[in-house]
């Protein structure tokens, strides 16, 4: 599995596992379950959920799946922007901590930015970190102006990621946000990069992996992880389909692959607000 460096010089898998909607439906529970845990199995051992996701409900199913193999799991979870204060983040990550019965999440993300000033935010952070309940933090959704701000900011050169929306069709970060944070060796953590599943049904993107004998998603996945500081975190609950995201790691885009995938999805010609599903 390939892997991508962390500011603070940690490696992390590039194609990681996301939860959005997991643990919602009960009658899907043990499917759910089966797909993480065959995830570890493989190695795909980044595991991105969030306090939002079915009220905590995906993180309860995360921590149901990795018990007994914590060691093995890298954990990401997000905290909801109202909770961000300095003692609301607290709060909420020691619930987010039950529920996924755990003693330490590995990277803490705010979700998007909201009202709570991001100094105070970064303050929480900082007094989880040295608590021990959290062992790095990061951020997700903020865009360029925000990330300037929050680098200006005590603690701000800590952010690990940003997590954000990138894929095929959407491309827009690559404009001035993606150098920016390469400038500063933060890395990308992909989310939707299959665009939930209708990057699946474009013609180009089915035409392109039929040309090269691979799967859509794995055309779409293998594209992402051949750009440097990139990672990605499909969901799927289906054990079947994580093992075909799986093997886009061993993928290798060619030089014309690219160039043909760039032809087929244009990158941006201009600056493009930041795009957020």
């Known amino acids: 599995m390939k892997s991508v460096l962390l500011p603070c010089g940690e490696a992390v898998p590039a194609l ?19 797909t993480l845990r ?7 051992t980044l595991v991105d959920t969030a306090e939002m996701y079915g009220e905590g409900l995906a993180e309860a199913l995360v921590g149901e799946a990795i018990q007994g193999r914590r060691d093995e799991a890298f954990l990401v979870t997000k905290v909801y922007p109202h909770n961000a204060s300095f003692a609301g983040a607290q709060a909420a990550c020691e619930r987010s901590l039950r529920r996924l019965k755990t003693d330490r999440i590995d990277l803490y993300l705010l979700h998007w930015r909201g009202n709570v000033p991001l100094a105070e935010t970064l303050r929480a952070f900082q007094a989880l970190q040295q608590a021990g309940k959290i062992r790095h933090y990061g951020v997700s959704n903020l865009d360029i102006s925000d990330m300037e701000e ?7 050169h800590g952010v690990q990621t940003n997590q954000l929306l990138y894929n ?12 920016w944070l390469h400038e500063r060796h933060i890395p990308v953590m992909a989310y939707s990069p299959i665009e939930q599943s209708r990057l699946l049904r474009q013609p180009g993107l089915t035409g392109f992996a039929q040309r090269h004998g691979m799967r859509p998603a794995q055309a779409a996945l293998a594209w992402l992880l051949a750009r440097d500081g990139v990672m990605a975190i499909p969901k799927t ?5 994580l093992t075909e995201n799986i093997a886009a790691a061993d993928m290798a885009l060619s030089g014309e692959q690219l160039a043909e995938l760039d032809a087929l999805f244009r990158p941006p010609s201009g600056p ?6």
Do not use: K, V
């Open 38 to 44: 065959r995830g570890l199995d493989l190695g795909c």
């Open 237 to 241: 609950s289906h054990p079947d389909r």
């Open 272 to 277: 493009i607000a930041l795009e957020m599903i």
């Open 150 to 156: 929050l680098w200006s900011l005590p603690g701000g």
């Open 168 to 179: 095929l069709t959407r491309r827009g970060i690559e404009w001035d946000l993606l150098p």
């Open 16 to 34: 990681g596992m996301g939860t959005w909607c997991m643990g919602e439906t009960l009658g899907r529970r043990a499917q759910e379950l089966a």
